[in-house]
């Protein structure tokens, strides 16, 4: 063989050894993000995707993503603290804003991670709003923490009297933007994001509106939910109705479904003491999925 052959033979090689190299490379990375897992966190009435971080931290540990954002009105998306936001805070016009930003949430992330799996998790409010987000079918597994159907047997009658004179009674105060301030309920446990100056202590009356009504579309909703569920209930939550989650639970078509109810903790049980068995099945439940 001739030097120049040669010459020409190991080029070659290389050039082919170079290939395969970076086709590994590239399987091995498009393998990765196609086993990917990702959960896209929607949060409570007058939190923000911060309040959720307990979950992220405990779902990172066990290599999960989790990405959330603030509702439309909360947290800093409204206009006295993100000048940004299109937003006034503590206020919607219509629940349909929060149905369409998590829907858009849901379509982008799919968008720019195909092969991932993609799944919901909703809190309280957030429940209410991934239970019947039109993007529902795009999610291949949805978890709901106590998701807020209707108001709990004890929370607060005052402000119950007060909210149904402004809103509920009287479809004309629809679109009021009078603000109601929000009660503290009473906890089990102290929540340290009662004092975080980002929470939203004033919301309008036609907020409370919106989430009524959205309420009173769910049960025609609930056929939507066929993705595999998980949903998360405290016994005893003084602030949503839990024979109503029970009862929505059982309506839900899904045929991979688990209904987990734990007592001893609040309504905003992410940040409790003793959480860790809750955290474990969410896990448990998300390692389940095929």
């Known amino acids: 063989m001739t030097k120049k052959i040669k010459k020409h033979f190991l080029l070659v090689t290389l050039l082919f050894g170079s290939m395969a190299f970076a086709s590994s490379i590239y399987s091995q990375a498009n393998a990765k993000k196609k086993n990917e897992i990702i959960v896209i966190g929607v949060h409570g009435l ?67 991670n195909p092969e991932s799996t993609l799944i919901l998790f909703g809190h309280s409010l957030g429940g209410l709003i991934s239970t019947n987000t039109p993007a529902l079918n795009e999610v291949d597994a949805l978890i709901l923490s106590v998701p807020g159907y209707s108001s709990g047997p004890n929370f607060n009658p005052k402000f119950l009297i007060e909210t149904a004179w402004k809103y509920a009674v009287s479809k004309k105060l629809q679109g009021k933007d009078e603000y109601i301030v929000m009660p503290v309920s009473k906890k089990i446990y102290p929540n340290p994001n009662a004092k975080d100056p980002y929470r939203t202590k004033a919301v309008t009356a036609n907020l409370l509106f919106q989430v009524n009504e959205l309420q009173g579309k769910t049960a025609n909703n609930l056929k939507n939910v066929t993705a595999p569920l998980l949903m998360v209930q405290i016994a005893g939550d003084q602030l949503v109705a839990t024979e109503t989650q029970k009862e929505y639970f ?29 955290f474990n099945d969410i896990v448990s439940f998300i390692n389940s999925l095929d």
């Open 46 to 112: 007058g939190a923000r995707a911060a309040w959720l971080d307990p979950l992220k931290n405990e779902l990172e540990a066990n290599s999960i993503k989790f990405i959330a954002e603030d509702l439309p009105g909360f947290g800093l998306n409204h206009k006295e603290t993100n000048p940004e936001s299109p937003y006034k805070p503590g206020h919607v016009e219509s629940y349909n804003e929060w149905l369409d930003f998590v829907s858009n949430q849901i379509q982008e992330t799919k968008a720019e």
């Open 250 to 278: 059982d309506l839900m078509p899904s045929e991979n479904k688990d209904f987990k109810s734990y007592p001893g903790f609040d309504h905003d049980w992410l940040t409790n003491p003793g959480n860790e068995k809750i």
